[in-house]
């Protein structure tokens, strides 16, 4: 498999602008996690899906932030307007409903600069 | 999700064993304890988990004391390619809000 695939790898954006970024977690799987790392903040989840449905974003920090999963292999976490603060490495990880005992595969993430 | 707490840091010479303790005296039952590790630049990797007994593969070992209150990640033969931060955690469910805390950032000293 190849595993969990994240784009872009890296971009440089204007505040203002928006941000879309896109996963592609493992075939298979039906929980799709997304989370932000920041060196202050460290690694923080944003969102979590379970068959396509949003279950908890209680981490997603305002309403300029959405994630949307339109089917089980696909999914986007969209930043409109981004600010500089939104800078971050954004990851998206993807496991399966098979207790006991599963591991969460995560992408490489996107790296995000806003300027 | 089980509160866990590992030191902030670590230094290990490279080729001795690395042994890296958490803490989780509230962990349930039915809770496993996970161990992540994220080199620098990369998304966090799977290392190895467990719930009651001491586990081992071909990346670590994992020791679980009898009352499951702490665990301990051990690296075997540290090498530079070791150096990373490690996450234990120890989720209600795999599946289910898993929580990251800060880690232990791992140094491989040559």
């Known amino acids: 498999d190849a595993g969990v695939i994240q784009s872009p790898r890296h971009e440089v954006t204007e505040m203002g602008q928006e941000v879309t970024l896109r996963c592609k977690p493992i075939s298979g799987h039906d929980y799709l996690f997304w989370y932000r790392q920041t060196m202050m903040r460290g690694l923080e989840l944003l969102i979590y899906f379970n068959n396509n449905v949003p279950i908890d974003d209680s981490g997603m920090p305002e309403d300029r932030f959405s994630a949307k999963m339109p089917n089980a292999s696909f999914s986007t976490l969209k930043i409109q307007p981004s600010e500089p603060r939104d800078s971050a490495v954004y990851f998206c990880?993807?496991?399966?409903?098979?207790?006991?005992?599963?591991?969460?595969?995560f992408g490489e993430g996107s790296w995000l600069t806003v300027v | 999700d089980a509160k866990t707490t590992q030191p902030p840091s670590m230094d290990c010479a490279e080729g001795r064993a690395a042994n890296l303790p958490c803490n989780h005296s509230t962990i349930s039952g039915n809770e496993y304890v996970y161990w992540y590790r994220q080199i620098h630049s990369q998304g966090p990797q799977y290392i190895i988990h467990?719930?009651?007994n001491n586990e081992t593969n071909e990346m670590a070992s994992l020791i679980i004391t009898e009352d499951r209150k702490s665990s301990t990640l051990i690296l075997p033969h540290a090498t530079l390619r070791d150096t990373a931060v490690y996450y234990c955690?120890?989720?209600?469910?795999?599946?289910?809000?898993?929580?990251f805390g800060p880690g232990t950032s791992l140094s491989v000293i040559p």
């Open positions: 990880a993807s496991t399966w409903d098979r207790p006991p005992g599963n591991t969460i595969y």
């Open positions: 955690i120890a989720p209600k469910t795999s599946y289910d809000k898993v929580i």
């Open positions: 467990g719930l009651k």
